[in-house]
């Protein structure tokens, strides 16, 4: 009938995303209102439209695209921080302040094993296989050092801070602020090179402390400031 009267036999709907007909070669976002799951109990985020860089040297995952998004496990939704808060990432510094310390215990080790092979008889074969060994030792622990900074995460929440790590376990911590006894930040002759930190919680039950490391230094800082002054607001009932 349409067509009789020169009109298209079909016309798109003006928003493809909303209720009601959709383009044929249109795709069904990932989440409501076009919005992208982050990842195992990260909840959504809005959708990326370009390539922005973490000015930290860190990025959230599924932010700009600079790190994919981890599966998603049914039980990762224990994890979930709740109250539409994200877990806030550590920089990916801490990868490389990992590598950085395995090759330096490598090359020591590496070189030391591999003139006592030679001496004891094993020749330059047996010295170039303990060296293939330990690289090959090297780029997994490097491999590992990564998927572990992808698995840690932080929230600070009302009355609590929230972390969560772990690549084949993973653990979640509650640390209540009011139980906070102190906070301290340290960083080593490599992390401070790097200019990262280290941000410790300490409390009354050893069980319940929480480390966050790989922090940029000018993001420990504050951290520490803010957690104290909770920590203080907490304890005296305010």
């Given at each position: 009938?349409?067509?009789?009267?020169?009109?298209?036999p079909y016309e798109p709907a003006a928003n493809p995303g909303s209720q009601g007909a959709a383009h044929p070669l249109s795709s069904p976002s990932p989440g409501q209102g076009g919005a992208i799951q982050d990842g195992p109990g990260l909840g959504a985020s809005p959708s990326v439209?370009?390539?922005?860089?973490?000015?930290?040297?860190?990025?959230?995952?599924?932010q700009g695209g600079a790190v994919a998004a981890p599966p998603v496990y049914q039980a990762d939704q224990a994890f979930a921080p709740g109250n539409g808060l994200h877990w806030s990432p550590i920089s990916k510094r801490h990868t490389w302040h990992r590598l950085l310390t395995a090759v330096l215990w490598a090359v020591p080790v590496g070189a030391l094993g591999a003139f006592l092979v030679w001496r004891n008889g094993g020749g330059a074969v047996a010295a170039a296989m303990w060296l293939a060994a330990l690289m090959l030792v090297v780029v997994l622990a490097g491999a590992m050092a990564e998927l572990g900074r992808r698995s840690f995460g932080y929230a600070e929440r009302g009355d609590d801070l929230i972390v969560t790590y772990g690549v084949l376990v993973k653990r979640l911590i509650v640390v209540p602020y009011g139980r906070m006894q102190f906070v301290d930040v340290t960083a080593g002759l490599l992390e401070r090179w790097m200019g990262i930190a280290t941000v410790r919680m300490h409390t009354a039950a050893a069980a319940t402390d929480a480390t966050i490391p790989g922090l940029p230094a000018a993001d420990a800082g504050p951290l520490r400031d803010r957690l104290a002054r909770k920590g203080e607001e907490r304890s005296m009932g305010l």
């Open positions: 009938m349409n067509a009789s009267r020169g009109e298209p439209t370009g390539q922005a860089q973490d000015p930290g040297g860190y990025a959230a995952y599924g």
